[in-house]
């Protein structure tokens, strides 16, 4: 009776390979920045971290719309103080309230605006109309 408890025990330490699962969400990051990890490997801090977040019970489509959230996110996305974008992948999958935070966001009325629109805004935001020359008229 004992030997089967033993053995049921040691199933249960059996780690999962989650490799395809990872790989999944590495390929839908990187449908947003296609340069991005080209080659992942088991060794990299946030391959530990996608398993992580899987092992808490988190799945793929989790993690790919927490990754979909934090692209519609104005803030993330580089309308802020620094104008830098925080989108990095070991940011959305660092731990479970960070997940939770960006699958939120994801379905949030957000709009984000493009770099193009956000330097247009700045020039007019800066632009003084010139003085007026009362010779002219």
């Known amino acids: 009776d004992s030997s089967e408890n033993n053995g049921a025990a040691k199933q249960k330490k059996t780690p999962v390979d989650r490799s395809l699962e990872i790989r999944a969400v590495y390929d839908h ?37 927490a990754i979909d959230g934090c692209h ?29 935070a960006f699958i939120a966001l994801a379905s949030a009325d957000l ?7 956000r330097r247009t805004i700045r020039a007019l ?4 109309p010139p ?3 009362h010779e002219l008229f």
């Open 29 to 65: 990051y990187r449908t947003y920045h296609p340069r991005a990890h080209p080659s992942p490997t088991s060794a990299s801090k946030e391959w530990k971290k996608i398993g992580a977040r899987l092992r808490e019970g988190s799945t793929v489509a989790d993690i790919c719309e």
């Open 72 to 100: 519609r996110s104005p803030f993330h996305c580089g309308e802020n103080e620094r104008g830098q974008n925080y989108q990095n992948l070991d940011l959305i999958v660092r731990d479970g309230s960070k997940l939770a």
């Open 131 to 133: 003085e007026k020359n």
């Open 111 to 117: 709009t984000v605006l493009s770099e193009k629109t």
């Open 125 to 128: 935001e800066n632009w003084h």
